[in-house]
């Protein structure tokens, strides 16, 4: 089972930016899609962005154009570069095969966005 680990995240004021960073193990990486995923204090899970193998992105409308999802599938890894961040993108953020959340979810990374 394909196992993922998400880093980067912290508190950071309005306005500011953070990148997250996803490593999975497993050798068919590249053959899926990947998406960031996030999920807010008593809300449920929501996708932010997910990336095709060969690059092509799809964000969600809250989140476009201040996100950038990339991936390097050399290094079975994903990234999320979040600009201009709002108070309502805290939350734990995950990675995880897209649409569905096919692999065994991570512990995800918490971003929290305060003065």
């Known amino acids: 089972q394909v196992q993922v680990v998400e880093s980067g995240g912290g508190l950071v004021q309005p306005g500011g930016s953070l990148r997250l960073s996803c490593a999975a193990s497993g050798s068919e990486f590249s053959m899926y899609i990947m998406g960031w995923y996030r999920q807010a204090p008593g809300k449920s899970r929501e996708r932010v962005a997910a990336i095709l193998s060969g690059g092509s992105t799809h964000y969600a409308d809250s989140v476009k154009g201040r996100f950038t999802i990339s991936r390097d599938n050399a290094k079975n890894t994903v990234t999320l570069q979040m600009n201009s961040l709002k108070p309502e993108d805290t939350a734990v953020y995950y990675c995880?095969?897209?649409?569905?959340?096919?692999?065994?979810w991570g512990r995800g990374t918490e971003v929290t966005v305060s003065s």
């Open positions: 995880n095969t897209a649409p569905r959340g096919e692999w065994t």
